[in-house]
């Protein structure tokens, strides 16, 4: 009897040692499906998406999912502590419980457990004392992996949330580009509107090295994938489908795009997708419903015509942008199921307000957008006109 326990006690520590190098240290991903992390967030998300899908209201729902990220990767260090500390509790049992209890008879494993957990900590009280050699080394051992384990987690959280607000300088910055909810139509529009698509060859090239460190951060961390972004219409798959959907559009054929870099940033992007959706198990499925129907994109190639940036147009476009969208649509529509993150459109069919507009003291976002408006359209005429009459000055 005491033989299994010890080799339970052994299994114990053997696993958790081998989680959480895997989670913290080891810089990669794995793909084994038999680990602790993995059924730990299997059998905790499930019940905890759930109740967020009865939730009807959005701002609630999303508010309940924020916490889960954060709260999950507490209860998961004390799931490692408490494993080790069982362990070597089961390991002091089978030994025998050979300890001297200070002015208390011994009580058996509860007795186990207080040293086990005292020792983990490095509390040093002293009412409980290991008396043979083999406990004592036990003892040590235990306190050594206890104040390691408790440096690794110090220098943990701070590489988990420098790697979190990296992710979400950018999407932060989508907003005033491609509005709110992020739509790739919106994206071009805007940049096609004022002739800056110099300024969109380098968006997409910061886009690229953001999924690439997107990729390298959530594979690692794979618990980044639960933080939520600081606003409720806002996400990091939502603004990954955004770039991908918008580069899709740029290799199709758009006036002026850059279609070079837009490949680059699609392959970067296409990348980053497929891996977390691997990590997280998930499959490639096909739609439930069409992202883009034909009448949505006969409103986007009005809407990017307006804009001075027309998309190329014909059946072999067509079809070239439905080969473009196979390639991703599937993972990302996977993982919006699985994260419960809704995918953005591909335009936006009413005009819509973006997050920099609101503010909990206006009533009124639309009044704010209409005079910044007029204000870079008058800005824009005084430049104008200031251009011009320097022309004439050095033609006089």
């Keep these: ?40 967030y ?82 040093g009280l002293g009412d409980v004392l290991p008396v043979t050699r083999l406990a004592r080394l036990l003892t040590v051992m235990e306190a050594g992996i206890g104040f390691g384990f408790l440096a690794i987690i110090i ?60 990729m390298e951060s ?9 933080y939520r972004s600081q606003h409720d219409n806002q996400s990091w798959l939502a603004a990954l489908a955004t770039i991908l959907d918008t580069c899709a559009l740029v290799i199709v054929g758009v006036d002026g795009a850059p ?4 490949q ?5 992007a296409r990348h980053a997708v497929v891996d977390i959706a691997q990590i997280f198990n998930v499959s490639p499925k096909l739609q439930e419903y069409e992202r883009l129907t034909s009448r949505q994109l006969a409103s986007l190639r009005v809407v990017l015509a307006s804009s001075g ?10 079809q070239k942008l439905n080969e473009l969208r196979r390639m ?20 936006v069919e009413k005009d819509v307000v973006d997050n920099w507009q609101t503010s909990a003291w206006e009533r009124n976002p639309a009044v704010l957008a209409t005079k910044f408006n007029r204000a870079c359209q008058k800005g824009k005429a005084e430049s104008v006109g200031m251009k011009d009459e320097s022309v004439a000055i050095r033609a006089e």
């Excluded at 080799?7 to 038999?34: M, N, S």
């Excluded at 491609?178 to 997409?204: V, Y």
């Excluded at 886009?207 to 690439?212: F, I, K, L, P, T």
């Excluded at 279609?259 to 837009?262: D, G, R, Y």
């Design 264 to 268: 680059l940033t699609f392959a970067m």
């Design 328 to 347: 991703y649509e599937p993972y990302i529509k996977s993982l919006a199921d699985t994260m419960l993150m809704p995918l953005p459109p591909w335009i």
């Design 42 to 123: 299997t059998m905790t998300w499930r019940p905890w998406a759930a109740v967020a899908r009865r939730i009807g209201k959005s701002k609630k729902r999303e508010a309940y999912l924020s916490f889960y990220g954060p709260l999950s990767l507490i209860v998961l260090l004390i799931v490692w502590a408490a494993g080790l500390i069982l362990g070597f509790a089961f390991l002091h049992w089978s030994l025998g419980s050979e300890i001297n209890v200070a002015d208390l008879p011994n009580t058996g494993f509860t007795t186990d457990l207080y040293l086990s957990g005292t020792t983990f900590f490095t509390l």
């Design 1 to 40: 009897m005491k033989f299994l326990v010890a080799v339970v006690g052994f299994l114990f520590i053997f696993v958790v040692l081998l989680d959480a190098f895997e989670v913290i240290v080891l810089p990669r991903r794995v793909t084994r499906k038999l680990r602790l992390t993995v059924l730990f």
């Design 155 to 214: 220098g943990y959280l701070p590489v988990i949330y420098q790697a979190f607000s990296r992710r979400e300088v950018n999407i932060s910055l989508l907003d005033a580009r491609a509005g709110t909810p992020s739509t790739a139509a919106e994206l071009l529009r805007r940049h096609g509107r004022d002739g800056n698509m110099d300024a969109l060859n380098q968006l997409l090239q910061d886009w690229e090295r953001w999924s690439s460190d997107l």
């Design 259 to 262: 279609a070079w870099q837009a």
């Design 218 to 226: 959530h594979l690692s961390y794979p618990v980044l994938s639960y």
């Design 309 to 318: 940036v027309p998309l190329r147009d014909g059946d072999d476009a067509d």
